[in-house]
């Protein structure tokens, strides 16, 4: 049970964070309410912040849930019915990520290929077929390979001087005598290694050249190509994570126990490593695989001690009526917009009957909408699952 709540408190976040901070909007004397306000926004850049946790969680629980799930597929389908299973709900969920993106709705060439549902479902597609096939005493190897082949990758392998950011280009494009960033690009020949900045490092580089379609940053994508690699290794993360919490022959509170004091120890290497590799969200650094994963370990392991061990679950039911749900709740977010429906519903007079608590009133409504519709489905067993 804890792994539903905990995805339901995630996926809290990703469907009902902007309607939390559109409820604080008004109350910006207030030093702790600006500084929650603050964790529930991204990092322009390098740094970490509560809401940069948010979507490394929910792939380092589908890693957990492939521990759950494909051992009873293999029982129930074979190892190559798994397999193709496996394909089939990475594929449609790839598909669904296009159509959330906004599909083919502004034509071909601006089809945005990686989002965040692509992201998740490349990851789900070869964490699981790793786990089918390899034992989880190769799947480490594997993930350390795949965190320092990243780090070698971005640090040696050398990239065109020049960075892809709007002020940089106008800069060089005055300079030049030319508007074109594909001419301005491959007429930079002086190259450069070991750079983290924005539109200047190998991630955002070969995006830019070899990424199709719309780019969410203009340039480069912040689920791009490269980076896809050490978001696997966060899957993986989970699936380690999955094979500790179900380990029968170590005590319920031991296991606990050992993910929080493994996720403390992650933190701290990750920002160790972050000296040489900054922590850095959008290029899903090795560094930040680390903090988020460690975060991630510590989370479980408190909700596994406080539901599992010490079964208080009362309190976490909400979370699990929207873990139950996760995928649709994301959708309906997207399509149904809990917080126009709010609007429509307690906005114009009522809002201004609250004063200056009226969006703050608002932004609670449309939360209380997230709960309402996820009980809805949970209580009625609707559920879309792939």
Sequence with gaps: MSVDALRGFDMFWIAGGGLI?????????????????EQLTHVEWAGFRFYDLIFPLFVFLVGVSVVLAIPKSIEKRGRWGT???ILTRGILLFVIGLIYSGGISSG?????WLGV??????????????????QIRWLIPVAAAGLLGYWGLMVAVPIRD??????????????????????????????????????????????????????YDTYYDPEGLLSTLPAIVTCLLGVFAGRWQIN??????????????TGFLF????????????????????SFVLVAGGYSLMLLGTFHQIIDVWGLRAWCQPF??????ALTIYLAARFLSFGAVAQRLAGGPIKSAFGSAGETFVGLVAVGLLFWFARFLYRRQIFLRL
């Design 267 to 286: 933190i701290a290497l990750g920002y160790l490593w972050g000296f040489q590799f900054p922590v850095i969200k959008k290029i899903w650094t090795s």
């Design 117 to 134: 549902l692509n992201r998740i479902a490349i990851c789900y597609t070869v964490t699981a077929l790793l786990f089918t096939f390899l």
């Design 83 to 85: 397999v193709r299973h």
């Design 320 to 325: 699990v009526w929207i873990g139950a749900n």
């Design 108 to 112: 071909w060439n601006e089809i945005r």
């Design 248 to 261: 029968e022959r170590i005590e319920p509170g031991v296991r606990s126990m050992g993910l929080v004091v």
């Design 162 to 215: 020049i960075k892809l950011e709007k002020t940089a280009l106008e800069k060089l494009s005055e300079k030049r005598l030319e508007t074109n960033v594909v001419t301005l690009y491959e007429e930079t020949k002086d190259r450069i290694n070991g750079q983290f900045e924005p539109g200047y490092n190998l991630a955002n580089h070969l995006d830019f050249r070899f990424l199709p379609g719309r780019r």
């Design 21 to 37: 901070v559109g409820a604080l909007e008004r109350w910006k004397g207030n030093s702790i309410l600006a500084r929650l306000k």
